[in-house]
Every structure is written in structure tokens, then in C-alpha cells.
């Protein structure tokens, strides 16, 4: 089975602070996602990957950057975190079309 | 650009009831079109998809069907558990290689005993 692992289920942070979100899956898949869910909103792409060191904007990249200096590793930054980056974040993989999600990682931002 | 809507809920039905949740679609090309579910606590799983008209996709007594004509992908089952209680998502996807899911809002589904 594909698993997709999340470094921490919850997670709490101060306005202004950097914060790293890291994912790793375990099948060798090429791509890499991460999304936020929000109440009433439903998933939005941040960024994707394709590729080692390979990145792409997704819908809703204000805000973050990510790092992909591994296969198998993806992380999502938050440079200055704000209050409106409270979400709950999910990472995904894919190796065709289908993606295989993580956990999640519920962020608050006080 | 592309965008999916669902019913958002919270709907509820009593358990053996037949279930439909509408989901349509609006996209450039011929996309492939997912339902994932959330159930409490955890993160999405793959519930099941089809990739061209016509095709049904179905998994644990759950179906859907790819209607072009109608942009539509409708999920059914036709006896719902209090198991089945979770938040179901419809995406789609219409670009090649890596390109990310567009998403519904969700569809929040309780069954009562």
C-alpha cells in the first residue's frame, strides 16, 4: 500500500514565525501535492511537483514556497505565518493520475 | 477554468436509504472525474473515478457514472451504512502529467441508525 506520511498531526505557531511542513511518501511516485482544506471551501492546490527540485504554482501559492531536494520528500514553508493560513494541510502523491493522500496537518496560527 | 459543485449538506438519511449526491463539472478537454472520501480524522482516500464518458467507476457498493452530455458524475449506493458516515469530495482532473485535482466543496453524509 502507498503510504503518505505527514510530520505532525497538529501543529501551533505564532504570527510571523517560519513554519516547515513535511511530507514523505514511500512508492517512488514522481509527484507531489499540497492542498488546504477549509471549511466551506473544500481543497485548493498550493503547489505541485513533478520532479526532484521541480516545482509549480498551484491556485493558491501566496503566501508559501516549497522544497523538493528529494524524490521521496516534499515540504511546504510558510515564510511569515499569518492568522489566514489556519487550515488544515494535505499532501499527495501520484504516480499516474490517481493521487494518495496524507493524514493532514491541522495549523493554527494564533 | 475548471471548477466542480456538489451539494454541500450536511445530509442526512436513515441507514439502508439510497443515497445520491450531485456533482457536476465544468472543464476544457475530456477529464478524468473522482469521488474521495473523508472520514473523521483522517485524510482523503480514494473512493473511485473514471477517465472517458460513459465509464462507471464503483467500489464498496458505491457508483458513479461519467455523463458527458449532462457534465455530471452523480454518486449512488443503493443501501447506506452508519459506516458510510463521512465527507465525500468530487474532483476532476483535465491536464496531462502532473497537474493537480480541482475539487468540490465536500458533501458532509450522516447516516442514522
Known amino acids: 500500500d502507498v503510504k503518505v506520511t505527514q510530520s505532525s498531526r497538529y501543529l501551533v505557531k505564532r504570527t510571523g514565525e517560519k513554519v516547515f511542513l513535511e511530507c514523505v511518501q514511500d512508492?517512488?511516485?514522481?509527484?507531489m501535492f499540497w492542498y488546504r482544506q477549509d471549511p466551506g471551501l473544500g481543497l485548493r492546490l498550493i503547489y505541485f511537483?513533478?520532479?526532484?527540485?521541480?516545482?509549480e504554482k498551484g491556485d493558491i501559492p501566496e503566501g508559501y514556497s516549497v522544497s523538493r531536494e528529494k524524490k521521496e520528500r516534499f515540504s511546504l514553508i510558510l515564510e511569515s505565518a499569518s492568522t489566514n493560513q489556519t487550515s488544515m494541510y494535505l499532501c499527495?502523491?501520484?504516480?499516474?493520475?490517481?493521487?494518495?493522500f496524507g493524514p493532514g496537518t491541522r495549523l493554527l496560527v494564533l | 477554468g475548471n471548477s466542480v459543485t456538489q451539494m454541500e449538506g450536511p445530509v442526512t438519511l436513515s441507514e439502508e436509504a439510497f443515497l445520491t449526491i450531485n456533482c457536476t463539472y465544468t472543464?476544457?478537454?475530456?477529464?478524468?472525474l473522482f469521488w474521495y472520501v473523508q472520514y473523521p480524522g483522517e485524510g482523503l482516500q480514494l473512493l473511485l473515478k473514471?477517465?472517458?464518458?460513459?465509464d462507471k467507476g464503483s467500489n464498496k457498493g458505491f457508483e458513479a457514472t461519467y455523463r458527458k452530455e449532462t457534465t455530471s458524475f452523480h454518486l449512488e449506493k443503493g443501501s447506506v451504512q452508519v459506516s458510510d458516515s463521512a465527507v465525500y469530495f468530487c474532483?476532476?482532473?483535465?491536464?496531462?502529467?502532473?497537474?493537480?485535482?480541482?475539487f468540490g466543496k465536500g458533501t458532509h453524509l450522516i447516516i442514522q441508525p
Open positions: 472543464a476544457t478537454g475530456y477529464p478524468s
Open positions: 473514471a477517465t472517458k464518458a460513459d
Open positions: 512508492m517512488d511516485h514522481e509527484n
Open positions: 474532483a476532476l482532473r483535465s491536464g496531462g502529467g502532473a497537474d493537480g485535482l480541482t
Open positions: 499527495a502523491s501520484s504516480h499516474t493520475e490517481t493521487q494518495y
Open positions: 511537483s513533478y520532479d526532484v527540485k521541480m516545482k
